[in-house]
């Protein structure tokens, strides 16, 4: 099965496919299409944006996944106009690119003290057989740290992996041995996956790939 991903990020279409590798599905992104319309995200969460793109892309092809995020800083109330939320991109109200966002944030936390709680909020939305199924990342153990300090390291399609650190493991996101760590003993995530892996494959129906 081809499922389009509502999202021009390949880092997000590998992520997919290491999800669902034991699956028969394979992911195109809107890219891959050439689909250069989108829709206006007007929901007021991850779930209900996921939802409005999901809907829109499925007039162009019958199977979809589509997924929102809010980025929540611990240090600023939710009604601090400084506070991301689903303006992850976009917070001076006009997209940034990678750089960009990288030295927004990492002034923005500066100012914090240098240091950041943080934490993602995740919403998907799966559209199959005419109808829109989500899912919700309703994880209480993912906060990790916003710093002011850039590593020279970047992630595609991940710039603010450049200053997030694991507050168990002290490393950047992008560093190599905090990919490996978070590998092999995540089991706060592992849960998380195996929950949104039975998601997706029981919304698209899939079939397990022959041993």
């Not at 799966?126 to 994880?139: I, K, N, P, Q, S």
Request: glycine letters at 8%; a negative charge; hydrophobic letters at 35%.
């Amino acid at each position: 099965m081809k499922i389009l991903l509502g999202t021009t990020n390949p880092s997000k279409a590998r992520r997919f496919a290491a999800l669902l590798a034991d699956y028969e599905v394979e992911f195109v992104t809107l890219q891959d299409l050439r689909l250069l319309g989108a829709p206006e995200e007007s929901g007021r969460t991850p779930v209900e944006n996921a939802e409005i793109k999901a809907r829109y892309y499925g007039h162009f092809f019958d199977h979809v996944l589509c997924e929102d995020s809010g980025l929540y800083l611990q240090e600023l109330p939710m009604d601090d106009p400084r506070q991301p939320g689903l303006h992850i991109r976009s917070p001076k109200g006009y997209p940034l690119a990678d750089e960009e966002m990288i030295a927004y944030y990492a002034t923005l936390v500066h100012t914090l003290g240098g240091r950041c709680p943080s934490r993602y909020v995740d919403g998907y939305a799966a559209y199959h057989g005419g109808t829109v199924r989500t899912f919700l990342d309703e994880r209480k153990d993912g906060t990790f740290f916003l710093v002011d300090a850039v590593h020279p390291r970047r992630h595609p399609g991940w710039p603010l992996d450049s200053i997030s650190v694991d507050p168990a493991t002290g490393l950047y996101f992008v560093d190599p041995e905090q990919k490996e760590i978070r590998n092999s003993v995540d089991a706060v995530a592992r849960p998380y996956r195996a929950c949104l892996t039975a998601f997706l494959a029981e919304v698209f129906e899939l079939r397990k790939r022959e041993p």
